[in-house]
């Protein structure tokens, strides 16, 4: 709950920041100010800032909407069929997802789910997401674009903005022009943005299933290991390992790929390691004269070993390591004890890497090593090792944008695509239905979809504070 107030807070802080800049700017310049602002599109508003532009309206765009008139007509007929369906599939598909979230808990039902950059995005992903989050909607609101203009409706402008922390693009369509078509071209131009994002997501789908030939290609080698691309300054391991070290297990654990990785460093939560064989002598030999095992007591090269009995010694780990392994005490020959590791400060855990002949050892939390090294399924000796990782890191996130946009926004909600597109829809096909008014029966879907909305979105926030409370 920590990380939402404080995401809260420094949103609050640059927003005010912003517009006290603001408002100082139209105090000292006045007139100079609004006019740099009017002439250059920018408006400035509580929570947002927006950039409009006329640039686009001709040009080039228009030159080839009439170049390939009927290719663009097929292209977007394709996408006003696929916008119907998914109008309504959208709506079933929230409706699910609001229904499990009850019946089988909301782990297990997530479709949409909100991203807290900061909260459920890790800070060093923060920048990657919203540069994909604004690609994705300026593909959407291409689409728009040149559906629309190949209808013959003309636009005021486009641009882009930022609300709160999201980036988004627009475009402004003429509403007179696009009154005038008729109902499909209607659903071509209103379908055109949900169309493109589906195309892109199922393009950056092919492009990551492609990925490890690609990179082939490239001179990137996939082995049975991970290749370390980056290690965080405040590392445990930072004088142990070093980019470009291959890390194969962790304790018993293969570490064959990054899944891997992440499963092995979440295995040891439950794991418990191995004791070793220890006896009288062997202890007053190891025994340090640091005692790690009173509370608040700290040695970097020495761990609190506890015997079946309950005896504590704190022994130097390398060391002790070299001994026989065991689980019980009947495991060690007569006059040994099985001891096993009893630290207050965490897990043991036993990287083995390529960068040295010893094991890497740490003590502590396993996520400490999962959030602080950045790992990599591939290397390279020619190229930026952290390639790969960039490079899939953008096509998943265009799949799971592009298609969440596509999905919400089909949703014939008010403010939504799926409002304009629903009303096409029904005047398309309107004369098929006698006993209820057009108008009310669209009313009355989209105040259903607008409510079904509003309770995923509470919902999934819900679901977001209880989880990071």
């Known amino acids: ?28 310049l006045g007139e100079k100010y609004n006019f740099y602002l009017s002439r250059n599109g920018i408006f400035v508003k509580f929570v947002q800032v927006q950039w409009h532009t006329d640039r686009f309206n001709s040009g080039p765009k228009q030159e080839f909407v009439r170049s ?6 097929v292209w977007f007929t394709c996408g006003a069929y696929f916008g119907i369906i998914i109008m309504f599939s ?10 499990a979230s009850f019946t ?18 890790p800070n060093n992903q923060i920048i990657p ?29 486009s ?20 009154k005038r078509c008729d109902a499909f071209q209607k659903l071509r131009i209103f379908c055109a943005g949900v169309w493109h994002n589906c195309i892109m997501m199922v393009a950056a789908y092919i492009l990551w299933s492609a990925l490890p030939l690609l990179l082939f290609f490239l001179g990137f080698v996939k082995e049975h290991a991970v290749t370390v691309t980056s290690i965080e300054p405040g590392s445990a391991l930072i004088n142990q390992v070093t980019p470009g070290t291959k890390l194969y297990s962790v304790n018993d654990c293969i570490v064959s790929d990054k899944v891997a990785w992440g499963q092995c460093l979440w295995k040891m939560y439950s794991d418990t390691l191995p004791g070793h064989c220890l006896d009288e002598t062997l202890l007053s030999q190891l025994t340090s004269h640091v005692d790690c095992c009173e509370e608040g007591v700290v040695s970097p090269k020495n761990l609190c070993y506890q015997s079946s009995q309950g005896q504590d010694a704190c022994l130097p780990v390398r060391q002790v390591l070299e001994f026989y392994p065991c689980d019980v005490d009947s495991d060690c020959s007569v006059g040994g004890g099985c001891y096993r590791p009893h630290s207050k400060e965490g897990h043991l855990l036993q990287i083995f890497h390529s960068a040295a002949d010893t094991k890497a050892l740490f003590i502590g939390d396993p996520a400490h090593l999962y959030y602080s090294i950045s790992v990599s399924d591939y290397s390279s000796k020619w190229f930026w090792r952290n390639l790969p990782n960039c ?11 592009s298609g969440a946009l596509a999905i919400f926004n089909a949703v014939p909600a008010f403010y939504l695509d799926g409002q304009h597109m629903l009303n096409a829809c029904m005047e ?24 079904l909305v509003a309770a995923n979105i509470v919902n999934a926030f819900i679901s977001v504070c209880v989880m990071y409370r």
């Not at 959208?90 to 229904?99: A, D, G």
């Not at 919203?130 to 005021?156: C, D, N, P, Q, W």
């Open 90 to 99: 959208s709506i079933i598909i929230l409706m699910y997802t609001l229904i």
């Open 159 to 178: 641009g882009l903005f930022l609300f709160l922390i999201y980036p988004a693009a627009f475009v402004d369509l003429n509403t007179q022009a696009l």
């Open 68 to 73: 390939h008139s009927s290719k663009i007509a």
């Open 104 to 121: 089988q808990g909301a782990e297990d039902s997530k479709i949409l789910t909100p991203v807290v950059p900061g909260v459920n995005l």
């Open 391 to 401: 490079v899939e890191l953008f096509l998943i996130y265009v799949v799971s944008l």
């Open 129 to 157: 997401y919203l540069l994909t989050l604004l690609i994705s909607g300026i593909f959407h609101e291409f689409g728009h674009a040149i559906a629309a203009a190949r209808e013959g409706v003309s636009m005021y402008g």
């Open 428 to 451: 398309l096909i309107f004369d098929r239905f006698y006993f209820i008014s057009r108008e009310t029966l669209c009313f009355t879907i989209q105040m259903f979809s607008t409510a």
């Open 1 to 28: 709950m920590w990380q939402i107030f404080q995401l809260i807070f420094r949103v609050s802080s640059f927003w005010l920041f912003v517009n006290v800049v603001h408002i100082l700017l139209t105090k000292i």
